[in-house]
């Protein structure tokens, strides 16, 4: 039974700073709401959290401003939301649908997307799904005070007067293009779509054609600055005073534009490496030139939205970029969370947490999987492509193109912190262990093919690589080329204890009892086996076309059934369950590494690699991303280190400080008499890595009340 974590209300006092959301306020620190349910047995649902690039590596399709609220829709049904845009809100949709639109009805939040998906919430704290019997894509979405109108493929146009109900109305004759985008602006609605379709309505319910004066594809249509703005392919701008008449606009872009936004006189257009600006009436300035030192960063942006003196864009694997203005002539760009965004073809363990590696010579290093660091690499190897990372309790191996071998030996220092305990200095001294943070290249390189599987065992190091390349050391500095007697590409190696295995392109399959003298098994298998893992007692070979083989022994080996045609890239074991991972997100899982069930992830992107210190996962790919999934949930008890409380105009206002794991999930509950208890609907969770929550519940005063914070293992 978990430890309970007992606090009587007894009427002290806590000032501080805080936001009000939804009754319950996190103060000074991030926290996060259930995005769904842990994993728990066989029925493989791992919850995933973003842990690169930060605040979260999702695609971002629309964005919407209100009640102080920012709010970002994206891929995988997420939505995020933020006050600050600082800290970044996960909400549970109930949906894994891409979401593409996103609007207020007055208090109300209603969000549309793939497969005729609409859901709409009053509090944040859990979404009503609406189910229109359509398989329509809803593209765009926009409200006036009364009327909401969401609009998408085949001419689709719905209206609703509340988001809960839905009518479909009809488009005009010979209207059937894909409408990608709706506005309202003047008591009208625009909406833009393929073709240079252009429809506008007095009442969203009768619509009418009017002329674009272009074939363009149109992506988005915006009211801003007392104007329509359509933006589209080739760098397609049109403005309208009314939605009726059209006028092209010259801003100097060429490729295609998907968001359109203003702050004071100033307009933004942005989209495919495109970020133009213009103040007034004046010329258009190419805000991604790199002239000025606050120059955008070049990226793909899909969404903006207007703020008081803000311009915010996102896009493309969730980054984010704030413009404003100083001086009223020109816009200056920061983005708040700067995050590694290369691409990480490995994840491992080693020394006291993770290391991973990936392109431009990025080595990433974490304690935890949640909170990254990126080390410096030697000279030699920069710009170096890593492709692979691995090795022994005590040396990390990092393989790479054009033969880049580097090694991290266990070493390690003492660092000295300062504390204070009131006035008093204390001086703290932490033994610091080197091992992934401290490189060595190896010089001369020992081959120019590029080397990619890292193995271990028995006291020898091998890697593998392109042209059949093998090579052994025993200290991770001096290696030696062994024959493997194939030409193909070695992309994973494992040690086991017979020895090891390398896998490669057309279903090599390579063993040897001693890393020197190698012999080819029958893979049965012509499709490329990407990495090969030795998992409790089994090894297993991942690769091409959804393949899985397995062995005990290395020798004979057995195809297992994924039911997919995608590559898959990496696979662990944990909790007596395994998981690969391979292209366009893809997530695997299998009690018994023969049978294998798709199980959702957070991503679309590739995911190249993935490890497991025994209670998390943590996988790694395109452009930087990382996720996580805590498997095996903490049972050790959630602490109400802090209490206080105020009475103000009939409300108390109660502060908790929380204190937990990391990923950690719990709930609150409280009682007047120590008898009857009552359960606060919302399920609580340690986000950062500080393991630490803030939080303001305000209710009604109570003469006393009691506070126990439980710890959820499977909820």
């Known amino acids: 039974m978990a430890s309970l974590q007992l606090m009587h209300f007894g009427g002290s006092v806590i000032k501080g700073f805080y936001r009000q959301m939804s009754g319950l306020v996190a103060v000074g620190m991030a926290w996060h709401w259930m995005l769904a349910m842990a994993a728990d047995g066989a029925d493989f649902s791992p919850r995933w959290r973003w842990s690169n690039p930060m605040p979260h590596g999702a695609n971002v399709y629309d964005m919407a401003y209100g009640l102080d609220l920012t709010v970002q829709v994206g891929e995988r049904g997420q939505l995020f ?34 497969n005729g998906t609409i859901i709409y919430s009053d509090t944040l704290d859990s979404f009503t799904r609406v189910n229109l019997n359509t398989s329509d894509w809803l593209m765009g979405a926009a409200a006036s005070a009364n009327f909401a109108v969401v609009v998408g493929d085949n001419a689709a146009i719905y209206t609703s007067a509340d988001g809960a109900s839905w009518t479909r109305r009809t488009p005009p004759t010979g209207i059937t293009n894909w409408l990608r985008s709706v506005a309202c602006g003047k008591n009208n609605f625009v909406a833009v779509g393929e073709g240079g379709a252009i429809l506008s309505s007095a009442n969203g319910v009768s619509w009418k054609i009017e002329a674009s004066g272009t074939t363009q594809h149109l992506n988005r249509v915006a009211f801003v600055n007392d104007l329509f703005w359509a933006v589209g392919e080739n760098g397609t ?27 004071s006189n100033a307009v933004v257009v942005a989209g495919d490496y495109e970020l133009r600006s213009r103040f007034g009436n004046g010329p258009w300035s190419n805000e991604i030139a790199g002239v000025r030192f606050f120059s955008a960063e070049p990226w793909t942006y899909y969404a903006a939205v207007s703020e008081t003196n803000l311009v915010v864009l996102s896009g493309r694997s969730g980054r984010i970029l704030e413009g404003f203005t100083t001086n009223g002539i020109e816009l200056a760009w920061v983005e708040r969370r700067d995050s590694v965004r290369t691409w990480l073809f490995e994840v491992a363990r080693g020394g006291d947490g993770y290391v991973a590696v990936g392109d431009l010579a990025t ?46 030996p266990e070493k390690h220092t003492n660092v000295v912190t300062t504390n204070y305990m009131g006035s008093t200095q204390v001086l703290i001294t932490n033994n610091l262990n080197l091992m992934g943070l401290e490189w060595y290249a190896i010089q001369p390189r020992p081959t120019t093919n590029d080397l990619q ?25 001096n290696w030696i080329s062994r024959s493997s007697g194939v030409t193909s590409f070695l992309s994973g190696a494992a040690g086991f204890p017979g020895g090891f295995v390398a896998v490669g392109d057309r279903g090599v399959i390579l063993t040897s009892s001693n890393g020197v003298l190698w012999t080819q098994q029958n893979s049965g298998t ?59 997100g893809v997530v695997l899982a299998s009690s018994n590494a023969l049978d294998w069930v798709s199980v959702p992830s957070l991503t679309g992107k ?10 998390r996962l ?5 452009e930087g991303v990382i996720i996580r999934s805590l498997i095996v949930p903490f049972s050790t008890p959630v602490s109400i280190a802090q209490f206080g409380c105020t009475n103000a105009t009939g409300q108390a206002h109660k502060l908790f400080l929380f204190a937990g794991k990391p990923d950690q999930r719990f709930a609150v509950r409280h009682s007047t008499n120590l008898v009857d208890w009552t359960e606060w609907e919302t399920v609580f969770e340690f986000f950062d890595s500080n393991g630490t929550m803030l939080l303001l519940e305000e209710g009604p005063v109570r003469r006393r009340e009691f506070f126990y914070a439980r710890p959820l293992l499977s909820e």
């Open 526 to 584: 012509t499709n490329w086996l990407f990495r090969v893992r030795f998992l409790e007692g089994m090894l297993v070979a991942v690769g091409e076309k959804g393949t899985v083989l397995v062995s005990s022994n290395g020798r004979q080996w057995q195809a297992a059934s994924t039911g997919i045609n995608t590559w898959l890239n990496d696979v662990v074991k944990i909790a007596g369950s395994y998981y690969a991972v391979g292209n366009q």
């Open 618 to 622: 943590v996988a790694a790919g395109v």
């Open 81 to 114: 939301t933020s006050d600050d845009l600082i800290f970044w809100q996960p909400r549970n949709t109930g949906v894994t649908q891409a979401l593409l639109a996103v609007t207020f009805l007055n208090n109300r939040l209603i969000a549309a997307g793939a």
């Open 606 to 615: 590739s995911l190249f690699g993935v490890a497991t210190d025994g209670m």
């Open 237 to 263: 701008v049109l403005t309208s005073p009314n939605g009726n008449s059209w006028t092209p606009v010259p801003t100097g872009a060429t490729n295609s534009l998907f968001a359109v936004a203003a702050i």
């Open 363 to 408: 080595i990433l290093t974490s304690l935890n999987g949640i909170e990254w660091n990126l080390e410096a690499v030697p000279n030699p190897a920069t710009n170096s492509i890593l492709l692979g990372v691995g090795g022994s309790s005590n040396m990390l191996i990092a393989a790479g193109n054009k033969g880049t071998l580097l090694y991290s």
């Open 453 to 477: 599987g890292v193995a271990f065992s028995s006291g020898l190091f091998v890697v593998c690589g392109g042209r059949g390349s093998i090579f052994t050391s025993l200290d991770g500095s």
